[in-house]
């Protein structure tokens, strides 16, 4: 079983831990870390985007972020990610590599097989710089279907025009974004 920390409205933890499962079954607020594998071809800004396993308890069959995954509790992000890297995409990174894009708060409610799941997330948001081909990463076969890498300009907009199935926040996108852009500027 998963236990996360429950946190306040800053990700801190409040000392009340619970299953992953009640999280979100009640919609207690958790962490989560969030990283986006980006690479350039040929002058072309790019992201991996992997494809849900349609055995997921939510989104099931729709393309996500790189790598994602849920804090444990008494863990912190950064470890949390290296691990989510290491576990879903085969990836052995350094915590030097992650580059912090921000914070986000969500939350939403949907019914995924037939149950009511609730979410309500705080993230923090890393971009990673990674230029290998998609066969080179080994998806865990329980979470990820695939691996795709998507022009990013074209992700964006299809991501905004809902022309692809995903479970991805345009916001989060943007904030990718201007953290490449402003290490493109430096």
């Given at each position: 079983?998963?236990?996360?920390?429950?946190?306040?409205?800053?990700?801190?933890?409040?000392?009340?831990?619970?299953?992953?499962?009640?999280?979100?079954?009640?919609?207690?607020?958790?962490?989560?870390?969030?990283?986006?594998?980006?690479?350039?071809?040929?002058?072309?800004?790019?992201?991996?985007?992997?494809?849900?396993?349609?055995?997921?308890?939510?989104?099931?069959?729709?393309?996500?972020?790189?790598?994602?995954?849920?804090?444990?509790?008494?863990?912190?992000?950064?470890?949390?990610?290296?691990?989510?890297?290491?576990?879903?995409?085969?990836?052995?990174?350094?915590?030097?590599?992650?580059?912090?894009?921000?914070?986000?708060?969500?939350?939403f409610q949907e019914v995924f097989h037939g149950r009511p799941f609730r979410d309500d997330q705080v993230s923090n948001i890393y971009v990673m710089w990674l230029d290998w081909d998609e066969d080179r990463f080994l998806?865990?076969?329980?979470?990820?279907?695939?691996?795709?890498?998507?022009?990013?300009?074209?992700?964006?907009?299809?991501?905004?025009?809902?022309?692809?199935?995903?479970?991805?926040?345009?916001?989060?996108?943007?904030?990718?974004?201007?953290?490449?852009?402003?290490?493109?500027?430096?």
């Amino acid at each position: 079983m998963e236990w996360l920390d429950i946190v306040d409205e800053n990700g801190v933890p409040t000392g009340q831990v619970v299953s992953r499962q009640e999280a979100h079954r009640l919609g207690l607020r958790h962490r989560t870390s969030h990283v986006w594998i980006v690479r350039r071809r040929e002058g072309n800004l790019q992201v991996l985007l992997q494809k849900r396993s349609e055995e997921k308890d939510s989104y099931p069959g729709c393309y996500d972020i790189s790598s994602a995954g849920h804090i444990p509790a008494g863990a912190d992000f950064v470890p949390s990610a290296l691990r989510e890297l290491k576990e879903e995409l085969g990836v052995t990174a350094r915590p030097e590599e992650l580059l912090y894009c921000g914070q986000r708060r969500f939350r939403f409610q949907e019914v995924f097989h037939g149950r009511p799941f609730r979410d309500d997330q705080v993230s923090n948001i890393y971009v990673m710089w990674l230029d290998w081909d998609e066969d080179r990463f080994l998806p865990q076969k329980e979470e990820i279907s695939e691996v795709r890498w998507f022009d990013f300009a074209d992700c964006l907009r299809r991501v905004e025009e809902g022309s692809i199935p995903t479970c991805i926040f345009p916001e989060e996108l943007r904030m990718v974004l201007r953290r490449v852009e402003e290490d493109n500027r430096e």
